[in-house]
């Protein structure tokens, strides 16, 4: 099962930033935050991702709350190609690996 | 420019056929992901293999479903029997054991009809 729970969609205009919340209220302490993006029906695409600290990349940045059990994936000015599903994963370790699993993320248009 | 490739990209084909669907990781790493991704159910994983071993396949349906990876650079999925609830895409991705993100590669779509 799921163990993130996000908005099923969003709206955003282009040139803004695009604030996507995510809740993953029972992470373990070792559990990685990651987040995917998948664009029309191509493979997810790997954006970021982040255990305690906040991230930044160049294409986006992660904001972890201090408890963990929430975060904020920020796309800070969206453009139009930023219009994708956007997962937020918890990836959960198994004995000598690790998993994604997938939830139903979150759809986010961005508007011209 | 490494990418995990699929093979077939499409693929219709009659209930009861086998289908079998490969995919080549990128070179070097040794954790394999199989995927499906339906409107109703979302992305499902299936199974995963760490150095080729499978270590879970407890999302396949057991009964039609088979995954193998005969060697570092090709994993495949089989399903025998097809039936037409099997239409979905289905996701290949690769990563380093303990490494920070998956690759995923285009995916096969398949229509059992």
């Known amino acids: 099962d799921a163990k993130t729970t996000q908005p099923p969609s969003m709206d955003c205009a282009e040139g803004r930033a695009a604030n996507l919340p995510c809740n993953h209220s029972?992470?373990?302490?070792?559990?990685?935050v990651y987040w995917y993006r998948q664009i029309h029906s191509q493979g997810p695409q790997y954006i970021i991702h982040?255990?305690?600290n906040n991230e930044t990349n160049e294409m986006a940045s992660l904001i972890i709350t201090e408890d963990r059990k929430s975060s904020t994936l920020i796309l800070p000015h969206a453009t139009l190609r930023d219009t994708a599903v956007y997962y937020c994963?918890?990836?959960?370790?198994?004995?000598?690996?690790?998993?994604?699993?997938f939830g139903t993320g979150t759809r986010l248009k961005v508007l011209a | 420019d490494a990418r995990v490739t699929q093979t077939p990209r499409h693929k219709v084909t009659e209930m009861g056929q086998e289908v079998t669907m490969r995919c080549q990781p990128i070179?070097?790493?040794?954790?394999v992901f199989w995927y499906r991704q339906t409107m109703m159910q979302g992305l499902e994983l299936l199974a995963y293999?760490?150095?080729?071993?499978?270590?879970?396949d407890s999302g396949m349906p057991k009964d039609r479903f088979s995954a193998e990876m005969p060697d570092a650079t090709l994993a495949t999925l089989k399903i025998q029997p097809s039936e037409p609830r099997d239409s979905a895409v289905y996701f290949c991705?690769?990563?380093?054991?303990?490494?920070?993100?998956?690759?995923f590669g285009q995916g096969t779509r398949l229509t059992v009809v």
């Open positions: 029972t992470i373990s302490g070792n559990e990685y």
């Open positions: 991705a690769s990563g380093f054991e303990g490494g920070t993100e998956a690759f």
């Open positions: 982040g255990l305690k």
């Open positions: 070179l070097g790493h040794n954790t």
């Open positions: 994963i918890v990836r959960v370790a198994s004995p000598g690996t690790y998993k994604y699993i």
């Open positions: 293999f760490r150095n080729r071993a499978p270590l879970d």
